[in-house]
């Protein structure tokens, strides 16, 4: 391996395959192309980190692992936050080590729709099951699965939706909860543990800190890329690499990639790069009990509910640490204070949409990429729904109050002390009739507001003056059963 930030030199070289990237993508295309003989050189702009330099501690680690310091994001109404890990293991290496396969009913969809052959279920299902292998995926255990889940599975079961425990990627997961931090005990199998060090015990060159600038071409076939080497702070050191080779892989992931290949001059025939972005928006949705939840002792992700994966809707398990989720929880000084006060007795999930909004990518005027994404009413409409579902669920399992993530609605009702649902109230505990409502800014994964300002999102919680009177239970009832209506903001009407 050659640290980048240690290089006095240019480097100049040749490979058989030059891959760019190593998260998802690059990793596991370095390691199959090196075990069957062929000579690759493996690039990565982060640097090469592992449990020993994991802290847990969410500012330093997002220094430490983030792109742009978590700040990534899709630009559009509302703006979505969309971190990446900056690297060897890419976003593996942040992520919750959650490895579900690709659904049949989506496979079938590609082959029907797009064309796309050889990817159906029967003909993946030995992919699956090696890369299963390979990673270790299993459902969570016992002794790793929480109050956070144990709360929502009962809530969801008391509803009759079918859930399951998530499949993970792990060795020896201890349950600390701090996944997108980069895992201390090296349990989780992301690529820096796995995939990385096997491309290289099978004789991959891997070069970190080395951010690549540019794809090489000859009479508009790529032959090489030219990168330049970074000191541990970013810092462009002065010195480049350089590598030949024939054949040229770029996994730099979905914002990354197209804006190198657009400022390479890559030909672009098909008229579609950086286009058609889909990035499953998701929000968070809290919810206090009357007993200690403590969802930091489990994994993050341990249960999911797919009873509503036909119509798009996700909701799985999102417990995250209290500096994270204290911007997504309702109120401000003493109220917000107070919520934050209980964080022993607050359980999250988190609702995901598959999105029919589809973003685009450019490269920007600096390095960084132009992501631009409006999330259509349709979406809008859907996520509501699935932030209904969420609150209902998590009312089923008995919670006293339900933090929506909707702006003019942010506490949904509480329990009495009979057992029977108030009426929920607004941002600073006052009751508010109908209107316009807003969900804090969706992002995918940890979705966490990127300032202070909230977004407005273009959906309206029909009929809910009544609820007022009749309780938040009815409202997310509501919600869940469809009585939501989406509606674009202009500017998106003009394009949906
Ligand atoms: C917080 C979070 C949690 C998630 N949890 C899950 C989960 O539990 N399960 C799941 O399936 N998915 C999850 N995801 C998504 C998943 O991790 C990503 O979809 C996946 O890692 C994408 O793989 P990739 O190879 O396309 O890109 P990445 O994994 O992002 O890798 C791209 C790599 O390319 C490098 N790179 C980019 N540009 C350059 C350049 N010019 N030169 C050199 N190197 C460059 C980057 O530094 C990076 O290391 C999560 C995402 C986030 C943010
Ligand atoms: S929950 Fe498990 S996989 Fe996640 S950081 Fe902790 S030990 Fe690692």
Redesign the pocket.
Known sequence: MTDGAAVAHDVHELADVVV???????AVVARELAARGRDVAL????GFFTGKDFTGNPRAMIDLLY?SRGLTGALGRPTIP???????????T???????RAPDYVLDEWAERYGVRDAREPDLRPYFERVEQELNVHPVPDETYGRNSSLFERGAAALGYAGARIPRNERGCLGTGVC?FGCPQDAKQAMHVSYVPRALAAGARLFTR????KILLSAGKAIGVV?RFVDTEGRETGHELRVLARHVVV????L?TPA?LERSRVPDPSGLRGRNLHIHPATRVGALFDEEVRGWEEVP?AYNVHHFTREGIFIQGQFVPPAMEAPVLPGVGTAHKEIMARYTRLGSFGALISDESAGRVRAGRGRAPRVTYQLGAADAKKLARAVGLTAEIFFAARAREVYSGVHSRPVLGRLRDDGLPSAGHGAHGRGRAAGRHRLRRPG???ARPLGRRREPLPVVLQGESADHHHGARHAARRAAGGGVVGRAPRSARRSV
């Open positions: 760019v990237g190593s998260g998802a993508g690059g690039v990565e702009e982060g792109r969309i971190p990446l890990g900056r690297c060897v293991g890419g976003t593996t942040i992520n919750s080590g959650t490895c579900y997108a080395c951010r690549v600038d990168g996994a730099c992931g979905a990354l190198l992700q995918p994964w940890h």
